[in-house]
């Protein structure tokens, strides 16, 4: 894994400790020699883990659309910035450059995306590790409820197996660096 895609809020959050795990996450990639893809914005999380990034001179693939770049929020120091005409094409793009993906706290944004990469592993278009930051405890609730969904037999627990969970930046890249793909043949409730 040289490429992760990082998806996270274009708001810093209320608590400073989300900002503080953008600057751990990203210290841990330079430590690593990763590169950062992310939606490009100059914003929020998105900024934090972005600056954090440039300042130790790593590599910073930023996509976003027109739109965006419009009111500006696009962040002009990105290594390089790719400007796409919509969302889908910007997500497809994320998709395909990052060898590995994260989403840390955020909004709907974020976990569209998550939900997205979810889908697109379980259905072999891609097999690429897919991580929760879990800051401050953030996807608790989410987690709790994706296992009530597989209870429920809605979704598989094959699946949600996959999906890689940790608080530290350190554990959360050294388990995604060791993810083997899985296709799973079967997706029937047992």
Same mark, same amino acid.
């Given at each position: 894994m040289k490429k992760i895609t990082v998806y996270c809020g274009s708001n810093k959050g209320k608590n400073p400790i989300y900002a503080s795990a953008a600057q751990d996450l990203a210290t841990e990639m330079i430590r690593r020699d990763m590169a950062l893809v992310?939606?490009?914005g100059n914003v929020g999380l998105m900024g934090v883990?972005?600056?954090s990034m440039l300042s130790a001179g790593k590599?910073?693939?930023?996509?976003?659309?027109?739109?965006l770049v419009d009111i500006e929020v696009a962040h002009q120091g990105c290594t390089e910035l790719t400007v796409v005409e919509t969302m889908r094409d910007r997500k497809w793009l @994320?998709?395909?450059?990052?060898?590995?993906? !994260?989403?840390?706290?955020g909004g709907i944004g974020t976990f569209e995306e998550l939900f997205e990469i979810m889908t697109l592993n379980q259905l072999g278009y891609i097999q690429k590790p897919l991580a929760l930051y879990n800051v401050n405890g953030y996807y608790d609730k989410l987690i709790d409820f994706l296992q009530h969904s597989a209870e429920q037999g809605f979704l598989h627990q094959a699946q949600l197996n996959l999906l890689i969970i940790a608080s530290d930046p350190i554990v959360l890249l050294?388990? @995604?660096s060791v993810?083997?793909?899985?296709? !799973?043949?079967?997706?029937e409730v047992k």
């Open positions: 992310y939606g490009a883990i972005a600056d590599e910073v693939y930023g996509i976003i659309p027109q739109k @994320m998709a395909e450059r990052g060898d590995g993906f !994260i989403a840390m706290p050294d388990k @995604m993810f083997k793909p899985k296709h !799973i043949d079967k997706w």
